[in-house]
């Protein structure tokens, strides 16, 4: 027979107090046990933020452009609020210089480290593959850096960033036109062409992926190369325009 008991004021059954009992035990857990936790957060340190916030802001740069991205939306991206934005950069286009000017710096390290010498057809391949290597490596940055860029950074513009990799190339066609006999002087012009085919053709590449990178890099370097060994001292026009 159930005897009827008192849980809390209400009439109950011995067997369902047994039970709720052994409830609560359960969940208190076992003797001795130390009280559950909860996970806290792993605070950043303000480097590791600032880190984060310029990988999120150069993705979304890449994507919309700077006109197309906001604070509020870098913030969300970040689990912060828009005031650690400031804080960092002093706003968008304080993070979008900081952006450019690393990829800037980068891009152009990777040309001028891979121009050790050798044949010059050679560094021609090397300069070639340098830019598609940085194309395929860093696709968000350099989608950055060919955009019309509306913030001033400290390495300029990606035109000027060209005009000083061609700097690394003219002093080593001034000497094969001295050796040539051609006129050393036009070097950086033609330093200035070569260097400008290669970039164009890169942001061609960028969106096509075809062909391979370095069929690319021996197409343009064959156009480069045997436009070069067939040069003449001093072309001329042949059409009616002579000025």
């Not at 906001?70 to 804080?87: D, N, Q």
């Amino acid at each position: 027979m159930i005897v009827p008991v008192a849980i809390d004021g209400r009439a109950g059954t011995a067997g369902s107090t047994s039970a709720t009992a052994r409830k609560s035990k359960a969940s208190q857990g076992a003797p001795g046990a130390p009280p559950a936790r909860r996970t806290r957060r792993v605070r950043m340190t303000g480097k590791e933020r600032r880190e984060q916030l310029l990988d999120i802001g150069r993705t979304l740069f890449a994507e919309r452009g700077f006109e197309g991205t906001s604070v509020e939306e870098i913030a969300h991206k970040a689990g912060v609020s828009k005031p650690v934005v400031y804080e960092h950069f002093g706003g968008k286009e304080g993070l979008y210089a900081v952006v450019v000017d690393r990829e800037m710096r980068m891009l152009l390290d990777l040309v001028t480290s891979a121009l050790t010498g050798g044949h010059p057809r050679e560094l021609l391949e090397q300069a070639a593959f340098a830019l598609l290597d940085y194309i395929e490596q860093s696709t968000d940055g350099f989608r950055i850096l060919v955009r019309d860029s509306p913030v001033a950074q400290s390495t300029g513009t990606f035109a000027s960033l060209i005009s000083d990799i061609a700097t690394q190339v003219e002093d080593i066609l001034g000497l094969e036109f001295k050796q040539r006999g051609f006129e050393p002087k036009l070097a950086p012009m033609y330093a200035q062409a070569l260097v400008g085919m290669v970039a164009l053709t890169g942001q061609w590449w960028l969106d096509v992926r075809k062909p391979k990178k370095a069929d690319v890099a021996a197409h343009l370097v064959n156009l480069a190369w045997n436009g070069l060994s067939g040069l003449e001292p001093k072309p001329r026009l042949i059409g009616h325009r002579k000025a």
